[in-house]
């Protein structure tokens, strides 16, 4: 069984005093949901106070992205050791926002990701496909470009490690998100890409669904089979919001295996 898995993406959003109310009614909202994981990942300065807040909770915290070299001359970079000290369970890769903004390509991911299970981290591995590639109708050949891409140089038994986000470009930041039947159908694509690889790697995978994930849909969303959670933007900054979320995938039937 796969267990439900909701995570914050802060982005570059919060300051001391907002972190900590925001985390304070985190942690009480979600206190005694134990059938679900429940994460937040926020922007590098703050994960300090992330570990002093979420040390004795059931929220994990992570961080955003991780630099794809272990050391060196890479000013304002960030490694995967660096963010791993901080007490991080999780990593961002690959977001969207990294790709488009920052010129990540599908190799650095890889690399990042390589990095960052190396430290002890979980990197959650963002693919998705942009509005033009949508109306294209060519998302499944994105989507297994940006998986190859990371596998060919991962391998796939490290796959056991990771996590998986599909988040449609055109979805993340519009309040327009596919509908459930939409990403169940990306979800159980990459998953079967996957299996041919290695079954018990893709029965076990969870794959989370990102963009514009909101306590009005979660449900639907989240009662997909091969929807194993959510990766959530904006959402995740009104506590009420990401906490109604998190009940949700608490209460969610657990995906069964199948493949
Ligand atoms: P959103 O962002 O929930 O604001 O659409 C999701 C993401 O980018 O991870």
Same mark, same amino acid.
């Given at each position: 069984? #796969?267990?439900?898995?909701?995570?914050?993406?802060?982005?570059?959003?919060?300051?001391?005093?907002?972190?900590?109310?925001?985390?304070?009614?985190?942690?009480?909202?979600?206190?005694?949901?134990?059938?679900?994981? /429940?994460?937040?990942?926020?922007?590098?300065?703050?994960?300090?106070?992330?570990?002093?807040? =979420?040390?004795?909770?059931?929220?994990?915290?992570?961080?955003?992205?991780?630099?794809?070299?272990?050391?060196?001359?890479?000013?304002?970079?960030?490694?995967?050791?660096?963010? &791993?000290? /901080?007490?991080?369970?999780?990593?961002?890769?690959?977001?969207?926002? #990294? #790709?488009?903004? /920052?010129?990540?390509?599908?190799?650095?991911?890889?690399?990042?990701?390589?990095?960052?299970?190396?430290?002890? =981290?979980?990197?959650?591995?963002?693919?998705?496909?942009? =509005?033009?590639?949508?109306?294209?109708?060519?998302?499944?050949?994105?989507?297994?470009?940006?998986?190859?891409?990371?596998?060919?140089?991962?391998?796939?038994?490290?796959?056991?490690?990771?996590?998986?986000?599909?988040?449609?470009?055109?979805?993340?930041?519009?309040?327009?998100?596919?509908?459930?039947?939409?990403?169940?159908?990306?979800?159980? /694509?990459?998953?079967?890409?996957?299996?041919?690889?290695?079954?018990?790697? &893709?029965?076990?995978?969870?794959?989370?669904?990102?963009?514009?994930?909101?306590?009005?849909?979660?449900?639907?969303?989240?009662?997909?089979?091969?929807?194993?959670?959510? =990766?959530?933007?904006?959402?995740?900054?009104? &506590?009420?919001?990401?906490?109604?979320?998190?009940?949700?995938?608490?209460?969610?039937?657990?995906?069964?295996?199948?493949?």
């Amino acid at each position: 069984m #796969r267990r439900k898995l909701v995570v914050a993406n802060w982005k570059m959003h919060g300051n001391l005093e907002r972190n900590r109310l925001l985390l304070q009614e985190i942690v009480a909202g979600v206190q005694g949901l134990h059938n679900a994981d /429940f994460a937040v990942c926020v922007p590098h300065p703050y994960l300090f106070q992330a570990q002093q807040m =979420l040390a004795a909770t059931n929220v994990a915290w992570g961080a955003q992205n991780v630099h794809q070299a272990e050391q060196g001359a890479y000013t304002g970079a960030v490694s995967a050791w660096m963010v &791993a000290d /901080f007490g991080c369970t999780y990593a961002i890769i690959g977001h969207s926002e #990294r #790709r488009g903004q /920052f010129r990540e390509t599908n190799e650095c991911a890889a690399r990042s990701m390589k990095l960052a299970i190396k430290a002890g =981290l979980v990197p959650i591995y963002c693919m998705g496909e942009t =509005l033009d590639e949508y109306e294209a109708g060519v998302t499944e050949a994105v989507v297994a470009s940006q998986l190859d891409g990371v596998l060919n140089i991962v391998g796939i038994k490290l796959f056991s490690k990771v996590v998986f986000a599909y988040e449609p470009v055109w979805a993340i930041g519009t309040g327009r998100t596919a509908s459930p039947g939409q990403a169940q159908a990306v979800h159980e /694509f990459i998953r079967a890409r996957i299996a041919k690889h290695d079954l018990e790697v &893709a029965a076990g995978l969870r794959i989370l669904y990102g963009g514009s994930v909101k306590p009005a849909n979660a449900a639907q969303l989240l009662v997909m089979p091969d929807i194993d959670g959510g =990766l959530i933007g904006s959402a995740s900054l009104a &506590a009420d919001e990401f906490v109604a979320i998190c009940r949700v995938a608490n209460g969610a039937p657990g995906s069964k295996r199948r493949v």
